[in-house]
């Protein structure tokens, strides 16, 4: 099993920047590829960015290309995301994820994933 728990959430303004962690607990953290997720209210949950268990592949979203940085710290166990050019519709419950992944690759959909996060709201006003 692996715990996970987000950090960081919060109400910004838009151009603002937030900071997301992810704390993880349990298993082999770096055995895990990680990613990050978030659901606008009425949407379904959608891809942000990803990670793979080295730090050395990342991947984003188009919308949050050049925009967002995902990053891990395999000694600490967290894996963060660093918002930044914060839009209104980067409103979101974002959550992050871990699938067990020795391979190197990175992964983008939501049923690859075997564990997730309660979830950090994430509030940008316009």
């Known amino acids: 099993q692996v715990q996970l728990v987000e950090t960081g959430g919060g109400l910004v303004q838009a151009g603002g920047s937030l900071k997301l962690s992810c704390a993880t607990s349990g298993r082999t953290f770096s055995a895990y590829a990680m990613g990050w997720f978030r659901q606008a209210p009425g949407k379904e949950r959608e891809f942000v960015a990803a990670?793979?268990?080295?730090?050395?592949?990342?991947d984003y979203a188009d919308s949050v290309k050049g925009r967002f940085a995902i990053s891990r710290d395999n000694a600490k166990q967290t894996v963060s995301l660093q918002m930044n050019s914060l839009k209104p519709e980067d409103t979101a419950v974002y959550f992050c994820?871990?699938?067990?992944?020795?391979?190197?690759?990175?992964?983008?959909?939501?049923?690859?994933?075997?564990?997730w996060g309660q979830g950090t709201q994430v509030t940008v006003s316009s």
């Open positions: 994820a871990a699938v067990h992944d020795y391979s190197g690759n990175v992964h983008y959909l939501l049923n690859e994933y075997d564990y």
């Open positions: 990670i793979n268990w080295s730090g050395g592949r990342t």
